[in-house]
């Protein structure tokens, strides 16, 4: 991946840590086989191998799975970049279908455009890879939004 | 649901069959147990009971789990008003997330905004259902694409 | 205008005297000369006659244009619902063009569809009109910020 | 800027006429003031010297005005690559405003990110320079469509 990555500095050391952790409460992820397969300040990649029960009526990946992955590695590039002891929402994203999903599996790289006191601006790329091709299927734009002194866990 | 639906005029009488059809084939759904609940000319209905394993890190339902029944809600409610024999495909959609997911089941209901004869217009709206108790979770714009002549169906 | 609009009660009585002074501040909307032709709790509509110094090449109203209507017809949607003293600001919108903009006015109509205590989401389709002839020319869907105990004015 | 351009190879060698004769015919970009400062196959820039008159409330750029030029830094970009002899329009755009813009100019950057035999998706930046500081005000993306065979001036 050679996407041009600003530098961040992240306010809370251990946020490695504490987004592999919030991750890895996300059964969602696991249900549909995705890891966190790269993680720095304001930038993560996710990885989704392909799997039949993820297609939709074409044989492709379903966009809501690209969706889905995009909209996590742009919330944990985010959450990465966020102090200690909050909590993070989505507020919304957009994403354009390049071409159809059709792989051994799929990455979706996330990264910080703004980080925010309270918002957040970032990007993300999906891209399905089979062997040395690469095809970049989507381009996501979202916002999330940072809750102060909130457990990032269930209530 | 009580949302105004514009009158269109199918251009395929047997628009709700091919529909029916088309949704069965997305593996994906019947992964994360969502079945087309309604279906008019130029509007779907999309439940999903609630199932632990679609959540994300705090227990809510997983916002790319959201993003994909009101994807398919959008979609087929705007492959009803399309002809025979075509093949459709998402271009974008933009979601903004209104209130967490929690309920019993969730219903995505889309509806199209603007038929095209290539592109369509379409929303949809998903409603986090438990007992008496509806709250608006979500709202999608989204433009899918018309491909004359293309077997909806995996090559 | 038939477009559904909730019932909202406004957390400022004098909701109306704020929207219409903030406008008036705006020098970009007399500079088109668009006006605020209607306002109500939760709800705006935005008027615009044609100019042919505000068309693109083809001589359709810019769809910047349309946009700059529509945002602040969601803005002011948005702004209506906020209590007094604070300021407001775009996150984010999204528009859809459905038609090319020609006509002898265009009217932009907002609402909102969750007010939030610091995030609105709010949405304005926006109409060309010539004579009885009415066309939807655009649909936006648009997230707003309410900044406690900020000047709505110039620093 | 150094934004990272892919090299594009574009199919008609005189685009960069083709393109700035449509951008001469928009009156709105005279209208505001905008002039075409930058071209290239798949990327363009588009330059705005501040005035009052298009401020929004607190006396920053109208966000509408932000996305009139972003709107068309990516609408060049993608008729850049595309055959002579078309038209193109807009589908629909999204953009995130960053922060406020005050400068005494500001720049869209837009570039695409994937042309298409019809429909193009694209990317642009903007940012309020005022001496050697640069501000990153908005980051917007927008799908465009080729019409073939249609003459890009009034009818």
């Known amino acids: 991946m050679n996407a041009p990555v600003p ?49 939709q009526q074409k044989g492709y990946l379903h966009g809501g799975i690209v969706g889905m992955i995009g909209d996590n590695a742009c919330g944990y590039a985010a959450f990465s970049l966020m102090p ?18 059709l792989g051994l599996r799929y990455v979706a790289r996330g990264e910080v455009i703004r980080p925010g006191s309270r918002l957040s601006v970032t990007r993300a790329d999906v891209y399905a890879e089979s062997g040395d091709r690469r095809t970049h299927i989507a381009t996501i734009q ?4 940072m809750l102060p002194d909130t457990p990032d866990v269930p209530e």
Chains 1, 2, 3, 4 share one sequence.
Not at 10 to 27: E, G, H, I, L, T
Not at 142 to 145: K, N
């Open 84 to 101: 200690a002891g909050c909590s993070i929402l989505t507020v919304e994203y957009k994403m354009n279908i390049l071409a159809p999903g």
């Open 7 to 55: 530098m961040f500095e992240p306010q809370d050391p251990d946020f490695a840590a504490r987004v592999r952790a919030s991750f890895a409460r996300q059964k969602a992820m696991a249900f549909i086989g995705a890891r966190l397969a790269g993680l720095g300040p304001g930038w993560t990649e996710v990885e989704l191998p392909h799997r039949d029960e993820l297609t």
């Open 142 to 145: 979202e916002t999330l939004m």
